[in-house]
T-cell receptor, first 113, second 113 residues
Framework: GNSVTQMEGPVTLSEEAFLTINCTYT??????LFWYVQYPGEGLQLLLK?????DKGSNKGFEATYRKETTSFHLEKGSVQVSDSAVYFC????????????FGAGTRLFVKA | GAVVSQHPSRVICKSGTSVKIECRSLDFQATTMFWYRQFPKQSLMLMATSNEGSKATYEQGVEKDKFLINHASLTLSTLTVTSAHPEDSSFYICSAYREPEQFFGPGTRLTVL
């Protein structure tokens, strides 16, 4: 079946450090891939997405590239801020827009000033 | 645009009572809404798909008689947790699907005493 595996947290970084959160997936066909962010006490917000191989999603300084050959969609940011502290979820869906989305376990990020 | 609200944001109830949670798409119509459950420090688990004007589709292992879902209009879906028990305490999140994306509500924290 379809599944998403992401690195366990928590991840603790100092401000302005480089961030990588690994995500790999298992799916038949060509899923769409997403990163969602959840701030404390809030619901999920779509951070970025990619719908086909080699697409790069980007938003707010975050990037992720859809790598079909390695079935990966790693999240990166060159310089994190304290305000980036949140839980990040990698996800996939068979449709283009998130219908019946399957989520990874989430990775909690703490950024220290 | 594409705002989804949930009410209430927090609810505390006694064991054996029923609790209703509302999910509204404020500025768009959604024929499909989803209900998720999130345990502390864990990912979202899809409970059911709510389709306007028809019966909800429940995921395996979710008791349909315990978690009643009604999608009576294109902007409102409700989840009723019947005869709630402490093990039902969780964070419940809804989302509304507007192609090609899924928009999440802020969540409802249910505590059953």
């Amino acid at each position: 079946g379809n599944s998403v595996t992401q690195m366990e947290g928590p991840v603790t970084l100092s401000e302005e450090a480089f961030l990588t959160i690994n995500c790999t997936y298992t799916a038949t066909g060509y899923p769409s891939l997403f990163w969602y962010v959840q701030y404390p006490g809030e619901g999920l917000q779509l951070l970025l997405k990619a719908t086909k191989a080699d697409d790069k999603g980007s938003n707010k300084g975050f990037e992720a590239t859809y790598r079909k050959e390695t079935t990966s969609f790693h999240l990166e940011k060159g310089s994190v801020q304290v305000s980036d502290s949140a839980v990040y979820f990698c996800a996939l869906s068979k449709g283009t827009g998130g219908f019946k989305t399957i989520f990874g376990a989430g990775t909690r990020l703490f950024v220290k000033a | 645009g594409a705002v989804v609200s949930q009410h209430p944001s927090r609810v505390i109830c006694k064991s054996g009572t029923s609790v209703k949670i509302e999910c509204r798409s404020l500025d768009f119509q959604a024929t499909t809404m989803f209900w998720y459950r999130q345990f502390p420090k864990q990912s979202l688990m899809l409970m059911a798909t709510s389709n306007e004007g028809s019966k909800a589709t429940y995921e395996q292992g979710v008791e349909k008689d315990k978690f009643l879902i009604n999608h009576a209009s294109l902007t409102l879906s409700t989840l009723t947790v019947t005869s709630a028990h402490p093990e039902d305490s969780s964070f419940y999140i809804c989302s509304a699907y507007r192609e090609p994306e899924q928009f999440f509500g802020p969540g409802t924290r249910l505590t059953v005493l």
